[in-house]
């Protein structure tokens, strides 16, 4: 089975037209025509059907479909995993984290593992949540440390590094100061600062209050957390946090009320693609990342 036949029939899905797939990938569409052809022969099945002027997966098409796009997305992540080692033949370790989770574990966590294993090296990209994931899944890293289980679940291997549960964080005069422990319920109508659309928290929130059916207005914040958390509270306004961090002194006044739900947490996990074989220096890394499994904040 030619990569290529795959690659040209996946375009073709996504394009949902052989020309405009055709123009995509820079060939003829006749040749595209005939690439398709060639592997609905070779899988002695048509996948596509005309619908009147457009055309559609058939449900043989609809069922290899996702088969096809790990099968290129696999290769494609080995191409560039390929392209990471170096003429002396050191390939490193390719690390994507979502903002704050490694600080949360360590605020040295590479340097402590250099100094521990100089001849291993470590690339690493700090991306916002959703991004990070994707990077793995894309081959531009081959391990996350990242926030909640990654989407799709199927295709990573998960291991939970850190349980933490989100709270709102309030100052004095502020209508929720006095409770002890909320439900969404008792967010109706609220103005809530939080991390934006790339993160899960903003997601996670939003499905949370729609299941509550309640009105949940979710403010993207930005820049430095102590300046943003110095704003909101100035302006009587909430602020999600992580239930149990020290946060700064100078906002000893402010508060932090837990949620009874368990599953609006912050929960680090180190992931990587399902069946992914480690390098022996990759173990190495995996198995220093897995010893903070449980281990209180440094």
Same mark, same amino acid.
């Given at each position: 089975m030619e990569f290529r036949n795959l690659y040209y029939f996946l375009q073709v899905c996504d394009d949902k037209s052989? &020309?405009?797939?055709?123009?995509? $990938?820079?060939?003829?569409?006749?040749?595209?025509? !005939? &690439?398709v052809?060639?592997?609905?022969?070779?899988?002695?099945? /048509?996948?596509?059907?005309?619908? #009147?002027?457009?055309? @559609? $997966?058939?449900?043989? %098409? !609809?069922?290899?479909?996702? +088969?096809?796009?790990?099968?290129?997305?696999?290769?494609?992540? #080995? +191409? !560039?995993?390929?392209?990471?080692?170096t003429p002396d033949g050191a390939s490193p370790v390719r690390l994507t984290t979502a903002y704050q989770a490694a600080d949360t574990l360590s605020f040295t966590l590479i340097e402590d593992f250099h100094r521990e294993h100089a001849g291993i090296r470590i690339h690493c990209d700090a991306l916002p949540d959703l991004p990070a /994931?994707?990077?793995?899944?894309?081959?531009?890293?081959?391990?996350?440390? #990242?926030?909640?289980?990654? @989407?799709?679940?199927?295709?990573?291997? &998960?291991?939970?590094?850190?349980?933490?549960?989100?709270?709102i964080m309030v100052g004095p005069g502020h209508p929720l100061y006095p409770r002890e422990i909320l439900r969404m319920s008792d967010l109706d109508g609220l103005t809530l600062h939080c991390a934006g659309p790339q993160f899960k928290t903003y997601h996670l929130l939003q499905k949370k209050a729609a299941d509550a059916g309640?009105?949940?207005?979710?403010?993207?914040?930005? %820049?430095?957390?102590?300046?943003?958390? @110095?704003?909101?509270f100035a302006r009587g306004r909430a602020v999600i946090g992580i239930y149990g961090s020290q946060g700064e002194p100078e906002l000893a006044d402010a508060r932090q009320i837990p949620f009874e739900d368990p599953d609006l947490n912050w929960d680090i996990y180190f992931s990587c693609r399902q069946d992914y074989q480690r390098s022996p220096a990759e173990d190495v890394f995996f198995n220093y990342i897995l010893s903070f499994a449980g281990k209180e904040n440094s």
């Open positions: 052989f &020309s405009a797939a055709a123009a995509r $990938l820079y060939i003829t569409q006749q040749a595209l025509s !005939k &690439s052809k060639a592997l609905e022969k070779e899988l002695g099945s /048509e996948l596509f059907e005309k619908n #009147g002027n457009s055309i @559609q $997966l058939t449900t043989y %098409g !609809k069922a290899i479909y996702p +088969i096809c796009r790990d099968m290129v997305r696999n290769f494609e992540a #080995g +191409i !560039k995993k390929i392209r990471s080692v /994931e994707k990077a793995v899944l894309d081959g531009e890293a081959d391990f996350v440390l #990242g926030i909640g289980i990654p @989407q799709p679940r199927i295709q990573f291997d &998960s291991r939970l590094i850190r349980a933490l549960p989100l709270c309640i009105t949940l207005h979710l403010i993207p914040t930005s %820049g430095h957390l102590y300046t943003t958390y @110095q704003n909101v």
